[in-house]
Nanobody
């Protein structure tokens, strides 16, 4: 089992930045891939960014590429999402997730919600115009 707790959300103005954190507890978190998803009111939860277990593969959704950066510190069991140049359309609840992808499958399915077994409760990000 892996427990995930997000933090770092808040209210920012357009163009602002935040650093979201996802603290993990439980066994062998360093062996799990991690992902960030977000869900805006009335919309489905969407993929934002992911990291394989080592941080060497970090794919992003087109909507955030160049503005968001995912990183992880396995020694601290923590995954981060640096969010820059925020826009009102980035307003959402941001969720962290962890998944034990089979070898070679991460790059084919990192954006698929059902591939992640463990989820946090989310942290709210609100961007004012």
């Amino acid at each position: 089992q892996v427990q995930l707790v997000e933090s770092g959300g808040g209210l920012v103005q357009t163009g602002g930045s935040l650093r979201l954190s996802c603290a993990a507890s439980g066994r062998r978190f360093s062996s799990y891939a991690a992902g960030w998803f977000r869900q805006a009111p009335g919309k489905e939860r969407e993929f934002i960014a992911a990291s394989n277990w080592s941080g060497t593969l970090t794919p992003y959704a087109d909507s955030v590429k160049g503005r968001f950066t995912i990183s992880r510190d396995n020694a601290k069991n923590t995954v981060y999402l640096q969010v820059n140049s925020l826009k009102p359309e980035d307003t959402a609840v941001y969720y962290c997730a962890a998944g034990s992808f089979a070898t070679g499958s991460f790059i084919r399915s990192y954006y698929t919600r059902s591939k992640y077994e463990f989820w946090g409760q989310g942290t709210q990000v609100t961007v004012s115009s």
